[in-house]
């Protein structure tokens, strides 16, 4: 089945710098690569996602990249601020309508 | 709209006992599974329905059962709890666009 590898699992940034998180997948069948983020106490939402046939995809300082050959995909937050500290998943969908997560990254913004 | 609401949102068991975590969703979603949530684990797939009368089995089902009588509800048994199974649970519903949409966690303690 699709295994999800997530890195770095922790990250500290200066506030106003940029915060790469890069994620691999393991079936090239998956189509679909959502990023999640959880703060404390609730439960994750949706940041953005990109699906296969796009490399690139940006919402405000947020940005998703897909290299499909080498199975890999990065989330970018640029300009970070306070509110961006929390923790965040990568995942992605196997043709069987499983979503399938990476253990996740806690993210530090430091003042 | 209450979106996807899970209950009870706290419980602890005693080894061996049995209990059901609820799920109930008002986004008319055909969609609906359970994840758990541990600590450097990420969120592992347990059980996920593609609509009623449909379970399959996701990343970790083993000692848990589902069941898929209506849309809108999904509940999630453990028969007989074991303290491998202390975790927080999310239970999440996805429509057409593939987001998933959480509930809020259900923080189980077997003791």
């Known amino acids: 089945g699709e295994n999800v590898e997530q890195h770095p699992s922790t990250l500290s940034v200066q506030e106003g710098d940029s915060a790469v998180i890069k994620c691999t997948y393991s079936d090239s069948a998956s189509n679909y690569f959502p990023w999640y983020k959880q703060e404390l106490g609730k439960g994750p939402q949706l940041i953005i996602d990109i699906r296969s046939n796009v490399g690139e995809k940006k919402d405000q300082r947020i940005a998703v990249t897909l290299n499909k050959t080498a199975k890999h995909f990065s989330l970018h937050i640029t300009e970070t601020q306070p509110e961006d500290s929390a923790v965040y998943f990568c995942?992605?969908?196997?043709?069987?309508?499983?979503?399938?997560f990476g253990k996740g990254t806690r993210l530090h913004i430091l003042p | 709209n209450a979106g996807v609401t899970q209950t009870p949102k706290f419980q602890v068991l005693k080894t061996g006992q049995s209990m059901t975590l609820q799920c109930a969703q008002d986004m008319n979603h055909e969609y609906m599974s359970w994840y758990r949530q541990d600590p450097g684990m990420g969120l592992r797939l347990i059980h996920y329905s593609v609509g009623a009368g449909i379970t399959d089995q996701g990343e970790v089902p083993n000692g848990y059962n589902v069941s898929r009588s209506t849309t809108e509800d999904f509940p999630l048994r453990l028969l007989s709890a074991a303290p491998s199974q202390t975790s927080v649970y999310f239970c999440?519903?996805?429509?057409?666009?593939?987001?998933?949409?959480f509930g809020e966690g259900s923080r189980l303690t077997v003791l």
């Open positions: 999440a519903t996805s429509g057409r666009t593939g987001e998933l949409f």
């Open positions: 995942a992605a969908s196997t043709g069987d309508d499983k979503i399938i």
